[in-house]
């Protein structure tokens, strides 16, 4: 089972982001997804999840502006990114909860992709 992210680079202050991420692999079933991000010289944080049924919780300084989303027949999901602030510059990381077809449970991520917001 591997994690793929797509969608980072650098934009302008105001401007939007999407990320996608691909779970493939031997998959019984996904549980919650989600993004984390780490900026330079700062721990690792939850950015946004969303759970199978599509309950989303994000971090209050994303709301109003990220929202997360997935699409369960492709094991995909994405974050939309809008009015975006020099402090959301970080590595985007991609997690997701997943039960192997050989039923083993494991929590996989992505490699990371960078998001860069800088005039």
């Known amino acids: 089972v591997q994690l793929v992210e797509s969608g980072g680079g650098s934009v302008q202050p105001g401007g939007s982001l999407r990320l996608s991420c691909a779970a493939s692999g031997r998959i019984f079933v996904i549980r919650n997804m989600g993004w984390y991000r780490q900026a330079p010289g700062k721990q690792r944080e939850l950015v946004a999840s969303v759970t199978s049924a599509g309950s989303t919780n994000y971090v209050d300084s994303v709301k109003g502006r990220f929202t997360i989303s997935r699409d369960n027949a492709k094991n995909t999901v994405y974050l939309q990114m809008n009015s975006l602030l020099r402090e959301d510059t970080a590595v985007y990381y991609c997690?997701?909860?997943?039960?192997?077809?050989?039923?083993?449970?494991?929590?996989?991520w992505g490699q990371g992709t960078q998001v860069t917001v800088s005039s």
């Open positions: 997690n997701a909860d997943i039960t192997t077809a050989s039923f083993v449970r494991t929590n996989y």
